[in-house]
């Protein structure tokens, strides 16, 4: 992270936690949804904190899938090639993790098995703003206002963390393929990876999915864009009221989220990284087109249930949303 003083770096901290404080009450009224008081607060943590947090989390998420693939093999695998695997494996994982490490700002840890809570990467936070020249005090704020909306929507709508955590584990654990026919599938992702750069889609999963995974990804992804841009709506609500600079750093921050060079981008299309970006712009359209029709007690009733969540076609049609949800 940047090179600063233990009482930088304190300061840092200090005040990040005073803004997610301070963010909860603009938050909680802009989208008239509210925390319930044993809700856990936000931790603030470094590089390595962020990484220890997913690991686990990435542990918890995919034991079911590991427990299926061993479910699927013939025989078990010989003392080598489980010590090569593990060393691959982790390799893998270590280099995602180190990739992403250096990139997020927050995120709200789902915490499969754990305690779910949300995390602010005070490293990353403070690299940000000097890499954009924005007001720090505003910017540290702006950013808790976009992550303290994430942590209002896990905590207020309580259904919603297990019904990703469900979802997901049950795509993934589809995704795997079986021992016979992993060769196949490593020559056709093979083969497929010019498509994938192309297509811009949500990365190497495009690549390997039936049209039915294909589908069901596609209804993550358009959860996913209601959550990121819901967010993003929020702060930007918020924001004139208490953050001065709120659209110089809107403006700045929209260029950063495009990626720097030739070697960042290919990694970002091929993680999905890409399309999480087009999850904010596409959800912040879904909500705003929702909000003009219905208001945002109209909106809310996204909220409602697993059959209320915006259908794919709907995050580009916000009025079939509307049409379906409220007749």
């Known amino acids: 992270g940047p090179k600063v003083t233990a009482a930088e770096a304190s300061s840092v901290v200090e005040e990040l936690r005073a803004d997610a404080e301070r ?16 809700a856990h607060a936000p931790l603030i943590v470094d590089r390595p904190g962020w990484i220890d947090a997913n690991v686990s989390s990435m542990r918890s998420m995919l034991g079911p899938v590991f427990d299926t693939m061993a479910a699927k093999r013939r025989r078990e695998p010989g003392q080598l090639t ?3 695997g593990g060393k691959v494996t982790g390799g893998e994982a270590g280099a995602l993790m180190a990739f992403l490490a250096g990139k997020v700002l927050g995120q709200y840890d789902l915490a499969p ?5 949300l995390l602010l990467v005070a490293p990353n936070i403070l690299h940000a703003e000097t890499q954009l020249a924005v007001d720090p005090a505003d910017f540290r704020l702006w950013v808790c206002l976009h992550e303290e909306t994430h942590r209002v929507q896990f905590t207020a709508v309580p259904w919603l963390r ?4 469900g979802s ?7 995704l795997v393929p079986d021992p016979d026919q992993l060769g196949a599938k490593l020559a056709q992702i093979a083969s497929s990876l010019p498509d994938a750069f192309r297509s811009g889609g949500t990365g ?3 690549v390997f999915a039936t049209p039915e995974q294909r589908a069901r990804m596609a209804r993550i992804t358009a959860v996913m864009s209601l959550l990121e841009g819901h967010a993003d709506v929020v702060m930007d609500d918020v924001g004139p009221q208490v953050i001065p600079s709120v659209a110089q750093i809107r403006a700045k921050f929209q260029q950063r989220r495009r990626g720097g ?3 960042d981008r ?3 299309r091929l993680l999905g990284l890409e399309a999480k970006m087009r999850q904010y712009r596409d959800g912040a359209a879904f909500v705003r087109g929702v909000t003009d029709r219905v208001g945002v007690d109209g909106f809310n009733a996204v909220w409602t249930s697993p059959e209320t969540l915006p259908l794919p076609e709907e995050i580009e049609d916000p009025g079939a949303w509307v049409a379906r949800v409220h007749g």
């Open 23 to 38: 963010a909860r009450t603009p938050v909680a009224e802009t989208a008239r949804l509210h925390t319930p008081p044993d």
């Open 162 to 165: 297990e019904h990703l955590i």
């Open 204 to 206: 190497l999963a495009d």
């Open 113 to 117: 098995e754990g305690k779910p809570r």
């Open 82 to 84: 489980r010590s090569v």
């Open 266 to 268: 290919l990694l970002r």
């Open 168 to 174: 997901a584990r049950s795509l993934t654990s589809e």
């Open 261 to 263: 060079g030739a070697v």
